[in-house]
């Protein structure tokens, strides 16, 4: 038997606002500020999901928290810059959390953005008002792929872990829920549909929310088992995130 779905759980950047290219840009400026090199493509697939402190932490192990804080809040200041002008909701957004409130689905935002970057998009398109909470590690939750961002928001809306569904377009997100014993649908608004094939708790593939419907229930159990084609920062033995 497979199990009713009850909640929805949205990561935000990339999921349901397009901002990973304006993060992207964000991170060149401040490589290039810093005069370091910048590999856009692998940057985002072993970072994606995690806090910058957590990112900062491996680039600079030397440095102490307080310089670490002001480099990751430059870098934030930047993505603000530009956000503010060019960011936009990713395609079928509004219509995929209408159709889940037609449906009597409880809601969530699980972001590792920090507090100011979540305000910047409430503000712009009225996402606080159409969802029931929203989890960050300012929470003093860890970032993924550690489950906790997800965890704690199945708690607070009453539901059990197998009756959400997870919505993201990184591994490190797909993989936090895994963790956490739920199904996603991987989005490939940032990284191709292959990124994601190992996954086994990746129950769908989409490129938006355009004519997606949600499904009315989930796989009553899901397999374990990791790919073994996923880096160290995605396997449970070798990942500090």
């Known amino acids: 038997m497979n199990s009713p779905l009850a909640a929805l759980l949205f990561d935000m950047d990339g999921t349901l606002i397009d901002s990973m290219p304006l993060h992207d840009r964000s991170w060149a400026v401040w490589h290039a500020e810093l005069g370091l090199p910048f590999d856009d493509a692998g940057f985002f697939a072993a970072t994606a999901g995690r806090t910058n402190l957590e990112i900062l932490r491996d680039l600079f192990p030397a440095r102490d928290e307080a310089e670490l804080e002001r480099l990751a809040e430059r870098k934030?200041?930047?993505?603000?810059?530009?956000?503010?002008?060019?960011?936009?909701?990713?395609?079928?957004?509004?219509?995929?959390?209408?159709?889940?409130?037609?449906?009597?689905?409880?809601?969530?935002?699980?972001?590792?953005?920090?507090?100011?970057?979540?305000?910047?998009?409430?503000?712009?398109?009225?996402?606080?008002?159409?969802?029931?909470?929203?989890?960050?590690?300012?929470?003093?939750?860890r970032g993924k792929p550690h489950p906790d961002i997800f965890l704690e928001a199945a708690r607070r809306l009453g539901v059990e872990p197998a009756r959400c569904l997870v919505f993201e377009d990184a591994p490190l997100g797909i993989e936090a829920a895994r963790r956490g014993g739920m199904a996603a649908v991987a989005l490939t608004t940032t990284l191709p549909a292959d990124a994601f094939a190992g996954f086994p708790n990746v129950v769908a593939t989409i490129a938006d929310f355009s004519d997606y419907s949600l499904p009315h229930s989930l796989p009553n159990s899901l397999p374990h088992s990791l790919p073994h084609s996923l880096p160290n920062s995605l396997d449970p033995e070798t990942s500090h995130a």
């Open 76 to 141: 934030e200041a930047i993505y603000r810059e530009i956000a503010v002008r060019e960011l936009e909701l990713i395609a079928g957004t509004r219509a995929v959390l209408a159709q889940a409130r037609e449906r009597g689905l409880k809601l969530a935002i699980c972001t590792a953005a920090p507090p100011a970057n979540i305000a910047l998009a409430c503000e712009r398109f009225g996402l606080g008002e159409q969802v029931d909470t929203i989890t960050s590690p300012a929470d003093g939750l």
